[in-house]
C-alpha cells in the first residue's frame, strides 16, 4: 500500500539552510507537495512537483525528487524563526484520485 | 478570493451524540476533501465529493458520512460519536485539476467528552 514517511523533528539555526526529507512508495504517484502547518492552524499549500520533474525553486523553497529512490526533500533557504511549524510532504494516490496520502509531519525548529 | 471557510471551529459534544460540520469552499472550487488529523494516526482522508457525488472514500466506519451541495458547499456527519473521534477535521478544495493542488480551510476541533 502507499505509505510516506518522514523524519520527525529538525532544528536549525536561523539564518541556515533547512533540509527535511521524506520518502514515499507509491510508484505511481504523478505529483508530490509540500504542506506547512502553523500551531492551530489548517495547512498551508507550498509547493507541488509533477514526478516527471526533478526539481523545482519557488523563492526560498527548493524541492529535489529522486524518483528513483521514491525521495523528495525541501530545502528552506535562509531559515526564519517565521518557518518553525510542521512540515507534510504528501502524494497524490493517482492522475485521477484526490485522494492525498500525508507523511506523519516533520517539526521545523529555527533557534534565533 | 476568499479561502476555504469551516464552521464551526471548535465544537464540543459527548459520546453518542452525532455532529455536523460545514465546508465551504473557495469560489469556483467543485472538488471538497475532508481530512481527519489525529496526534496517533496523523492526517487520514475520508471522502472526497465532485458535483455532489462521492468520488473517492477512506478506510472510515459508516458512522462518517459526507455530503454536497449543488453550490459545492460540503458537511461531513459523524454519528454515535466515540471518544476516538476527537480530532481536527479539515475540508481541502480543489479545481480538480490534473495538478490536485487542495487548498485547506482552518479545520473544525472537535473534542467527544
Known amino acids: 500500500g502507499e505509505d510516506v514517511e518522514q523524519s520527525l523533528f529538525l532544528s536549525v539555526r536561523e539564518g541556515d539552510s533547512s533540509v527535511i526529507n521524506c520518502t514515499y512508495t507509491d510508484s505511481s504517484s504523478t505529483y508530490l507537495y509540500w504542506y506547512k502547518q502553523e500551531p492551530g492552524a489548517g495547512l498551508q499549500l507550498l509547493t507541488y512537483i509533477f514526478s516527471n520533474m526533478d526539481m523545482k525553486q519557488d523563492q526560498r523553497l527548493t524541492v529535489l525528487l529522486n524518483k528513483k529512490d521514491k525521495h523528495l526533500s525541501l530545502r528552506i533557504a535562509d531559515t526564519q524563526t517565521g518557518d518553525s511549524a510542521i512540515y507534510f510532504c504528501a502524494e497524490s494516490e493517482t492522475d485521477s484520485s484526490y485522494k492525498l496520502i500525508f507523511g506523519s509531519g516533520t517539526r521545523l525548529l529555527v533557534r534565533p | 478570493k476568499a479561502g476555504v471557510t469551516q464552521t464551526p471551529r471548535y465544537l464540543i459534544k459527548t459520546r453518542g451524540q452525532q455532529v455536523t460540520l460545514s465546508c465551504s469552499p473557495i469560489?469556483?472550487?467543485?472538488?471538497v476533501s475532508w481530512y481527519q488529523q489525529t496526534p496517533g494516526q496523523g492526517l487520514q482522508f475520508l471522502f472526497e465529493?465532485?458535483?455532489?457525488?462521492?468520488?473517492n472514500k477512506g478506510n472510515f466506519p459508516g458512522r462518517f458520512s459526507g455530503r454536497q451541495f449543488s453550490n459545492s458547499r460540503s458537511e461531513m456527519n459523524v454519528s454515535t460519536l466515540e471518544l476516538g473521534d476527537s480530532a481536527l477535521y479539515l475540508c481541502a478544495s480543489s479545481l480538480a485539476t490534473s495538478n490536485n493542488e487542495q487548498f485547506f480551510g482552518p479545520g473544525t476541533r472537535l473534542t467527544v467528552l
Open positions: 465529493y465532485f458535483s455532489e457525488t462521492q468520488r
Open positions: 469560489s469556483g472550487h467543485r472538488s
